[in-house]
């Protein structure tokens, strides 16, 4: 099984910075992508930020809101991944959620192919 470990959430004031962390754990052959979703009350979950692996070209991929002021990053050898957010908006006030493309043990093949979901991590933009 496949477990997905987020932190890093807290409160944040308007403006400031904060960094989420999201580690992968268990019979993991290899991390195909991972990204970061969020959910604020009453909405519906949506994409944040996306980063493929360094096999697949370390591609990354933004919401318009967040370009300029979010990066995310993976590193492949501790199967994490990081949203490190800057310049934070009081609307940014979300449950912020790390998902996962990977291919389980033994072999990278559909048959082990698996989408996970981390449980989130509460993020509150307030003054």
């Known amino acids: 099984q496949v477990q997905l470990v987020e932190s890093g959430g807290g409160l944040v004031q308007p403006g400031g910075s904060l960094k989420l962390s999201c580690t992968v754990s268990?019979?993991?052959?290899?991390?195909?992508?991972m990204g970061w979703y969020r959910q604020a009350p009453g909405k519906q979950r949506e994409l944040v930020a996306g980063?493929?692996?360094?096999?697949?070209?370390?591609?990354?991929n933004y919401a318009d809101s967040v370009k300029g002021r979010f990066t995310i990053s993976i590193d492949n050898a501790k199967n994490t991944a990081y949203l490190e957010m800057n310049n934070h908006k009081a609307e940014e006030t979300a449950v912020y959620y790390c998902?996962?493309?990977?291919?389980?043990?033994?072999?990278?093949?559909?048959?082990?192919?698996?989408?996970?979901w981390g449980q989130g991590t509460q993020v509150t933009v307030s003054s």
């Open positions: 998902h996962a493309h990977l291919f389980g043990v033994p072999t990278p093949t559909p048959d082990f192919e698996d989408y996970s």
């Open positions: 268990g019979s993991i052959f290899v991390i195909s992508a």
């Open positions: 980063v493929t692996s360094v096999f697949s070209g370390g591609n990354t």
